[in-house]
């Protein structure tokens, strides 16, 4: 059974930062790709970053390319997101999920397990 689990959700001065863990289990790590996914209220589930387990090649939307970071260690089986000057706008839900098909990495509909989420306010 594959369980995501995120933490480190929090709230924070725009500029400011936190960083996002999701650790995983119940799947095979070294065939895999993880992605970070936000919602804010009223808004669709949006691609934040991804990366792919086994060569740790990452992948960003434009708007947090070069302010996120997202990284994976082997050894603890977790995924994590770095925010860096973080703005008003990133305020969501934040989600991992585990990607299962060959699509794209920023359709949300090609991952099948998803964490319960952790929330990040960003205030002005």
């Known amino acids: 059974q594959v369980l995501l689990v995120e933490s480190g959700g929090g709230s924070v001065q725009a500029g400011g930062s936190l960083r996002l863990s999701c650790v995983a289990s119940g799947f095979t790590f070294s065939n895999s790709a993880m992605g970070w996914f936000r919602q804010a209220p009223g808004k669709e589930r949006e691609f934040v970053a991804a990366?792919?387990?086994?060569?740790?090649?990452?992948y960003y939307s434009d708007s947090t390319k070069g302010r996120f970071t997202v990284s994976r260690d082997n050894a603890k089986n977790t995924v994590s997101l770095q925010m860096n000057s973080l703005k008003p706008e990133d305020t969501a839900v934040y989600y991992c999920?585990?990607?299962?098909?060959?699509?794209?990495?920023?359709?949300?509909?090609?991952?099948?397990?998803w964490g319960q989420g952790t929330q990040v306010t960003v205030s002005s």
């Open positions: 990366i792919i387990w086994a060569t740790a090649s990452a």
């Open positions: 999920a585990r990607k299962y098909s060959s699509g794209s990495y920023s359709n949300p509909h090609n991952y099948n397990s």
